[in-house]
């Protein structure tokens, strides 16, 4: 395997680690938000090294160098590949603005220290690849939000209960594949499991009531990052794509139709702004289901580009919000709060990321939306529709939801409401990439597409690898 | 050398509002919005930056009996292995030479009469941005050479028409009025999408060039069987109802008129209104290739203008009833799309769309004008009653006042059939949501509920 120029990957991993410990026992919480923004930006900027150093090498896939892990386990645990390499940058991108944007008011509610090993398992969750240390991964990262709840004193009955069947399907898929699959079948069983899980993590419906939850009961942050990585796409990815058989898939991808449709029409029904936020972004994070569990090139290739697109949209749109919120409290939809002229930067970043998220022309979604929408309808001509529709709907909301906020009566506050300069430097980093990316999307596209088709080739390499050797079996069993 | 001198003014006709809408965009976007001197030098530099070149390549035409110059500006995106390629091309021939050069002569008009009109006005610059996100849309879609194109063109079109109604944005009318158009936007968009993926696969691309067969506009027979033809200009005939307020969706038009009136003039008078028409023009060979989808598109424009003239009537505000009145002439431009007659239709749209922006942008002053008149001459003006209105029963004349005053029920009719079942729907499953959650957790589940209606105007809560 080929190994990177230097050990980007441990390094993104292990400094949240280091500096989550210190920090959760500082009870200076500017100090603490200082010091976690500069493990934040270090974690980025090496994941960022990673992803660059990664394509320049050309290959299908890496690994550190001085890898210390397979140094002590002899096991290529964290490696890096084609799918993963612009994840690594986006997940701490993310972290990176959602640190950067949260109001000092809100620093003693935020928990820093709970943020930095999120993003450690994150970020150690995209360096992996099918295996235990991936379960593991993926069952530890809803840890963090469970133990916010239990101190913020909510209700955790809806969360427990479906990330306790979350963690159970995958222990007992996982398990089920390594033990009880006969070598050569299509291994059905560990499969369903496997994309129940999956499907489960992504808040598909009818397993989305905890995702609502969580945004009702956990931090406006916390939620974020919790959902906008996508983690249940990328278990997907890397359990059920490589053994599920087709039909399976695609009844994945009409479960994810019809939860992009639903949670489009929800949010236009929400009167409250983290509910609307939740819905927005449940059938946006079901697009990019659908387009991945297609598994033709096209459809591939979009979903992986609106992965990217919604990654970062969906972020940016969440932090405006979150923004506002930290400003006003919780924000009603029932009725117009005119606040427009006292954060115009705001509304304006406010319908950017919002546009963006549609697929909106000029922004990183467009390409990347029409890609899907077209690898969709190539495989389901009637009810691909549905995926336009869904992408009409949220448009509608978003404009909805732009006019309660920023419009209205003028309701004039005796503070002042306009952005801070971090988050203004937040915001921009962010409006950049959504405009570079809409503008010049050739570079991503073409990245993605050479994803997409190294993943097809591997997947259908591993399904007859499985036909062959029951072909193998069954004849054996013959000439016995 | 000829070639050359018509792409290098191709790009600064497209070039010219794109560079506006940057400037205007960006500077917005970081916070530093320019003064309104510079906001209107920068409008009026790029409408002459614009027409120029355009005029140039008409003249070019003209000289060297030219009917079609495409201007290629390569893969936009390319995946060479899926042969699919986002083709950056835009098209100067008989339909979009005579239609970029009105959209930079009216947008032109209008920014000139908005400098006066909105001076010190808080919105101003917000105006101009959405003039900007207009204007570039409007010239993408007029030039543009392949349906991807034309979309893009398209959906900037809608974002500032929808904000530009909402202009006046602390009255909740203009408000709700955009964000209901923006709505049908919205749904019109989706079927412009999907008529444009299924002429993807059809043509495998999004060439009007491939789509329309050999020949420049007019006369181009489209590549396709009746069926497909019958498919793909059905969604295209909803995406332009929509755009243009044909039946069932004129309802928006009268709405749209709570926007400034130079916007009012600029889009629901004469661009953005005849955009439907132009999509209808610029794929008119598809409708050659169907006798239902000709008759359709004839039944749209004339239930469009009969019901345009019937509402337009019984209005009671100046700019709602010449509203109507481009109403009426829309319907009759789609019947003579309908009915083949292209040129006609190309110059009724030019002469209507001049003809409307006048009236609107006179429209703030007229009933001054009209009360003055009335003041010097010490008495009401007549009203004078067609002689053909008394032969109407009187109960029938009733009917058909309170039907052009409810605007023909589309509005109730689309409320009452779509919207509410839609949102009665999803407003129940948000019930057996919370229900569901309830039940698990043995509490009320949702903090949200507990949301103040206002909480910016509390003083204990900003934080």
Known sequence: ?480 | MIDNLFLWLGIAVVASPSVLLAVLGLTTLLGRPLSESVTARLTSAAVVMGLLPVLAILGMMLAFDTKYVPIELGDWIALEQEHYHFNLKFVFDRLSVPFTILSFVLCGVVGAFTRQYLHLEVGYNRFFLCYAFFFAGMVISSLAGTIETLFFGWELVGLSSALLIAYFHERENPVRNGARVWSIYRLADAAFLIAALTMHKLTGGGDFGELMGSGPWPEGIAAIDPYHALVVGSLLLVAAAGKSALVPFSGWLPRAMEGPTPSSAVFYGSLSVHLGAYLLLRVSPILDQSWTLRLLVIAVGVASALFGAMMSRVQTDVKTSLAYASLTQVGIIVVEIGCGLRYLALIHIIGHASLRTMQLLRAPTLLKDYHNLENAIGARLSRNHAPWTNLIPASLRQWCYRFGYERGFLDTLLDNWIVSPFLMAFRWSDRMERGWTDWISQQPSRESDQADLHPESEPGRIA
């Open chain 1, 1 to 480: 395997m080929s190994e990177l120029h230097f050990p980007w990957m441990e390094l993104a991993i292990v400094l949240p680690l280091l500096v989550a410990l210190p920090i959760g026992w500082l009870s200076n919480r500017e100090l603490a938000r200082s010091l976690a923004f500069a493990a934040c930006t270090m974690s980025f900027v090496f994941a960022v090294g990673e992803w660059v150093d990664f394509a320049s090498l050309g290959k299908f896939e890496a690994h550190d160098h001085w890898d210390v892990i397979a140094y002590v386990f002899h096991a290529d645990v964290f490696v890096i590949d084609e799918l993963s390499a612009p994840l690594l940058p986006l997940g701490g991108l993310i972290y990176l603005v959602m640190i950067l944007a949260t109001a000092r008011t809100k620093v003693g509610r935020f928990s820093f220290s709970w943020t930095l090993f999120s993003e450690s398992v994150l970020l150690a969750t995209l360096s992996c690849r099918a295996s235990w240390v991936l379960i593991g991964l993926l069952i530890v990262g809803v840890i963090p939000p469970w133990i916010e709840m239990r101190k913020r004193g909510c209700c955790t009955r809806v969360y427990v209960l479906h990330m306790g069947v979350y963690a159970a399907l995958l222990l007992g898929g996982y398990l089920w594949l390594n033990v009880f699959e006969r070598p050569g079948e299509i291994p059905m069983v560990a499969a369903t499991l496997l994309t129940a899980a999956a499907l489960l993590r992504s808040g598909v419906v009818p397993m989305h009531c905890w995702m609502t939850d969580l945004f009702e009961k956990t931090t406006f942050g916390t939620a974020i990052l919790f959902v906008t990585p996508l983690t249940g796409a990328y278990a997907a990815m890397r359990l059920v794509l490589p053994i599920a058989p087709s039909w399976g898939l695609q009844s994945m991808a009409m479960l994810s139709l019809i939860t992009a449709v639903y949670a489009s029409g929800m949010a236009l029904v929400q009167r409250e702004s983290r509910r609307f936020f939740c819905y927005l972004f449940l059938s946006n994070a079901s697009l990019v289901l659908i387009g991945l569990e297609l598994v033709t090139p096209l459809g591939l290739t979009g979903a992986l580009c609106v992965w990217l697109s919604v990654g970062l949209s969906l972020t940016g749109f969440g932090i405006t919000l979150r923004s506002i919120e930290s400003r006003i409290g919780r924000v009603s939809l029932v009725d117009y709060h005119g606040l427009y002229d006292q954060m115009p930067m705001l509304a304006g970043f406010f319908l950017l990321t919002g546009m963006a998220s549609i697929g909106f022309p000029a922004t990183i979604g467009f390409v990347g939306m029409e890609l899907l929408v077209e690898g969709v309808v190539d495989v389901y001509p009637m009810t691909g529709t549905a995926v336009v529709l869904a992408a009409a709907f949220n448009g509608i909301a978003i404009m909805l939801v732009y006019f309660r906020i920023f419009t209205g009566k003028r309701h004039v506050s005796p503070a002042s409401l306009r952005i801070r300069p971090a988050e203004k430097i937040a915001v921009l980093i962010l409006s950049v990439l959504i405009l570079g990316g809409g503008l010049v999307p050739q570079p991503g596209v073409s990245s993605r597409h050479h994803a997409a088709l190294e993943l097809s080739k591997q997947r259908h390499r591993e399904l007859s690898a499985e036909a062959n050797e029951e072909l193998d079996f069954h004849t054996d069993e013959e000439v016995e």
